[in-house]
C-alpha cells in the first residue's frame, strides 16, 4: 500500500519569519570572524628578542627597526607579540654594566714563591674596560710608600679612570690614599671578604697563574718580572679572550689573505704560541 502524500499548508507569515531566520544564519556566516592572518612563528620571535634586547623601546620604535629589514608588518602586530613586562622597563645588567666599565680600573697584589721558597709580591693594574693590564710591579716586601708609587707609575692611562677597585689590604694606608686623591681618582672598596665583587682583576690574576707562573720555576725577582714582562705582553696583544669577542686587548686584527704558509711564533718561553701566515 502506498504512503499518502501529505501537505502541509504555511501561513504567508510564517513563511517570512523563517525567510528572515535563514537569511540572518547566512549573513552569520559570511560576516564571521576570520581573525588576523598568523605571522611566521621565525617574525615573532625576532619580535620577542628585539623587545629583550631593547627594554626602552616601544612598538613604534620596534616597528621603525624592522621596517628597515624590509618586514612587511604593521605597528598593531608588533604590538600584539611584544615583551610584556610586570614593572617599569629595565636594562639588562650587560648593558648596565658596560657603561659604567669603562670609568673604572682595579688592581690588587698576588704572591709568587720562588725557587727558595722565598714569597714575591706582585702588584697589578687593570683596565677594566678592555681588560688590558696597564702597569705591574714586583716586590719582595712592598709598603704603602711603594704602593703609592706605583699608582703613579700605572698614571699613564689613555684617560684617567675616574673609579678604582680595591680590597681593603691594610697596605693601601694613608699615603696612598692621599695619591690617589691628588690624581683625582675615587676609590672603591669592596666588602671584606668579597673577592667577587672585584671580578676583572681576579679572573686575570687566576689567568695569570694557570697560563704562566704556575709553569715556571721562580729564581727571583729578576727572573719573575722578565717571565711576567713576557707574558703581559702576550696577554695584551695576542691572547684571544671570549670577553672580547676572541680579540685581545690591544686588539688583534684578522688577516686578510687565506692563502700562505702557516708559521708560528713561540712566546713567553714556547708555553704559548702566535699563528700567522706568510706568503709562499
Known amino acids: ?10 501561513q504567508p507569515a510564517t513563511v517570512v519569519r523563517r525567510h528572515r531566520q ?12 576570520r581573525g588576523r592572518p598568523k605571522i611566521d612563528p621565525e617574525l615573532r620571535h625576532l619580535i620577542q628578542r628585539v623587545c629583550q634586547a631593547n627594554a626602552l623601546w616601544g612598538a613604534p620604535r620596534v616597528h621603525g627597526e624592522l621596517i628597515k629589514l624590509k618586514l612587511d ?4 602586530t608588533v604590538s600584539k607579540d611584544m615583551v610584556r613586562y610586570p614593572g617599569p622597563p629595565s636594562q639588562t645588567w650587560r648593558t648596565f654594566l658596560h657603561n659604567h666599565v669603562k670609568e673604572t680600573v682595579s688592581l690588587d697584589f698576588f704572591t709568587v714563591p720562588t725557587a ?25 716586601q712592598p709598603t704603602a710608600e711603594w704602593t703609592a708609587r706605583q699608582l703613579v707609575e700605572a698614571s699613564g692611562f ?13 697596605i693601601y694606608g694613608e699615603r696612598y690614599r692621599r695619591q690617589a686623591e691628588v690624581l683625582g681618582i675615587d676609590e672603591v672598596v669592596i666588602a671584606r671578604r668579597s673577592p667577587w665583587q672585584n671580578p676583572y682583576v681576579e679572573q686575570v690574576i687566576g689567568s695569570i697563574r694557570r697560563d704562566c707562573v704556575e709553569h715556571v720555576l721562580v729564581l727571583g725577582q729578576r727572573h ?24 685581545s686587548p690591544e ?7 687565506d692563502r700562505g704558509r702557516i708559521v708560528s711564533d713561540r712566546r713567553v718561553g714556547g708555553l704559548h704560541h702566535e699563528y700567522c701566515r706568510i706568503a709562499a
Not at 608588518?73 to 598593531?76: I, K, Q
Not at 684617560?159 to 691594610?170: F, G, S, T, V
Open 116 to 140: 727558595t721558597f722565598k714569597i714575591l709580591f706582585v702588584f697589578l693594574v687593570l683596565n677594566n674596560d678592555r681588560r688590558r693590564i696597564v702597569h705591574f710591579n714586583v716586590a719582595a
Open 22 to 33: 535563514g537569511f540572518k544564519y547566512c549573513w552569520r556566516w559570511k560576516s564571521r570572524y
Open 73 to 76: 608588518l604593521s605597528e598593531e
Open 158 to 170: 689613555d684617560e684617567n679612570p675616574q673609579y678604582l677597585i680595591r680590597d681593603r689590604d691594610a
Open 224 to 247: 719573575l718580572m722578565r717571565i711576567l714582562s713576557e707574558h703581559m705582553n702576550y696577554y695584551n696583544s695576542t691572547r684571544t679572550h671570549i670577553s672580547l669577542a676572541k680579540s
Open 1 to 10: 500500500m502506498e504512503p499518502q502524500a501529505s501537505l502541509h499548508l504555511e
Open 251 to 257: 686588539g688583534r686584527s684578522i688577516q686578510m689573505q
